[in-house]
């Protein structure tokens, strides 16, 4: 999308050259490179760029937005914006109290008694995806175990065969990072017409899988419409495809390159409290979900005069970087105490799944550094990063001693 002009209510020397889908830097290190443009810029900037739109920097401001939905509203979490008329993205793109009717069936199946219960099946697959190429020496790590673990255990949870996932994957790629509404629009209408029969099946014979609580929801006396149930099936499958698998090549990214790191892990993978800090310390440090917010109704914030209407990012990773809430956000330390950070959002948004994700992580640490305790990037190969929406990890080659 091409640059707008300034808005009349936007002072001049708020405005930056920010395209959150173009960061210098990024290819070496997205969350550095917005580290970068934290350290550069206003507090709260406003860029020409993918329709126009303001960027709130510091983790204070971020998560004072993301709490207050009165006057920053879901309605429209993208940027750019997807096309007039397009269907609503079901649950998020709803504020409370609506968007709670809708969220309660995700949170009541991923609550976290039911998460615990599901470690012997993660367990099950990472373990098996880190046999298959354990004694090769390498791996491709986003197609040999990133996109492995946590899609699969997610499929398993909606009940829809693995091998879909190859179809899946692609559209899930072009909804989160495709640069503009057009190309994310084909992959909402792509995934909802491959989920539409699967939701007629689960709404005239409901099993006890989630894609069958949620394209089922009552939302007070009545359950939604089939159109509502495709949307919102649509979007828990885009979520459950791609988050956890790029904060997985992250992670692995960032211990190929730090041995320091890895060895303090493995040397105690046993130690639980530790390990839990180590884990929380990593998201911490490799934030990459955003949603987008619409100002709604004209509103003074900070000295800035929003109007009705305006779109804002209140990137989620910038609250991790913030070197106002961490001391040295950019180091990964895992004796640090009470890191804050926003990988998971605030307030009535904040993501369901995070339980689930955080001990997909936790597995992977166990299960790869019992294993694989010493890997690296494989030499001449450069891991290939991508931002938007969702910043994200393409690919990884990985080796080690076989």
């Known amino acids: 999308m091409t640059k707008v002009a300034r808005p009349d209510h936007v002072p001049a020397d708020l405005v930056r050259?920010?395209?959150?889908?173009?960061?210098?830097?990024?290819?070496?290190?997205?969350?550095?490179?917005?580290?970068?443009?934290?350290?550069?810029?206003?507090?709260?900037?406003?860029t020409p760029h993918n329709g126009g739109h303001w960027v709130a920097t510091r983790g204070e401001d971020i998560v004072a937005m993301q709490r207050d939905y009165r006057h920053f509203s879901h309605r429209h979490i993208l940027i750019p914006p997807m096309p007039e008329g397009t269907p609503r993205q079901i649950p998020l793109e709803m504020d409370p109290p609506e968007h709670s009717r809708y969220r309660r069936p995700l949170t009541q199946a991923l609550m976290p008694a039911i998460v615990a219960g599901l470690d012997e099946a993660v367990r099950k697959v990472a373990t098996a995806a880190?046999?298959?190429?354990?004694?090769?020496?390498?791996?491709?790590?986003?197609?040999?175990?990133?996109?492995?673990?946590?899609?699969?255990?997610?499929?398993?949870?909606?009940?829809?065969?693995?091998?879909?996932?190859a179809v899946l994957l692609p559209l899930a790629e072009d909804a989160v990072r495709g640069r503009d509404a057009e190309t994310r629009l084909a992959a909402h209408q792509a995934m909802g017409l491959y989920l539409l029969d699967k939701v007629r099946d689960r709404r005239?014979?409901?099993?006890?899988?989630?894609?069958?609580?949620?394209?089922?929801?009552?939302?007070?006396?009545?359950?939604?419409?089939?159109?509502?149930?495709?949307?919102?099936?649509?979007?828990?499958?885009?979520?459950?495809?791609?988050?956890?698998?790029?904060?997985?090549?992250?992670?692995?990214?960032?211990?190929?390159?730090?041995?320091?790191?890895?060895?303090?892990?493995?040397?105690r993978l046993d130690d639980d409290a530790y390990l839990s800090r180590a884990v929380e310390e990593?998201?911490?440090?490799?934030?990459?979900?955003?949603?987008?917010?619409?100002?709604?109704?004209?509103?003074?914030?900070?000295?800035?005069?929003?109007?009705?209407?305006?779109?804002?990012?209140?990137?989620?990773?910038?609250?991790?970087?913030?070197?106002?809430?961490?001391?040295?956000?950019?180091?990964?330390?895992?004796?640090?105490?009470?890191?804050?950070?926003a990988a998971f959002g605030n307030g009535p948004h904040a993501c369901p799944g995070a339980i689930l994700a955080r001990r997909e992580i936790r597995v992977f640490l166990e299960e790869w550094l019992r294993r694989i305790p010493d890997f690296a990037i494989r030499p001449g190969s450069t891991p290939r990063l991508a931002t938007g929406m969702v910043n994200g990890v393409l690919e990884l080659e990985l080796v080690w001693p076989p």
């Open 130 to 165: 880190i046999e298959r190429v354990w004694s090769k020496g390498a791996c491709e790590f986003i197609e040999d175990f990133a996109n492995i673990l946590p899609i699969h255990v997610f499929l398993e949870l909606v009940r829809i065969p693995i091998a879909d996932k």
């Open 204 to 267: 005239r014979d409901p099993g006890d899988d989630l894609l069958s609580r949620i394209v089922n929801v009552d939302t007070g006396g009545a359950r939604i419409s089939e159109s509502e149930a495709v949307a919102y099936a649509t979007l828990v499958l885009f979520g459950g495809l791609d988050t956890v698998a790029g904060m997985l090549g992250f992670i692995a990214r960032f211990l190929a390159l730090n041995p320091g790191h890895r060895a303090q892990l493995v040397a």
């Open 17 to 46: 050259d920010f395209d959150l889908y173009d960061i210098p830097g990024a290819a070496e290190d997205v969350q550095a490179a917005y580290a970068a443009i934290q350290q550069s810029s206003p507090d709260i900037f406003w």
């Open 282 to 341: 990593l998201i911490r440090r490799h934030g990459l979900a955003n949603t987008a917010r619409m100002v709604a109704e004209d509103y003074e914030f900070k000295g800035i005069g929003f109007r009705a209407g305006d779109r804002i990012l209140p990137a989620n990773l910038f609250v991790g970087l913030d070197d106002r809430l961490n001391p040295a956000p950019l180091a990964v330390d895992f004796e640090r105490e009470n890191g804050v950070h």
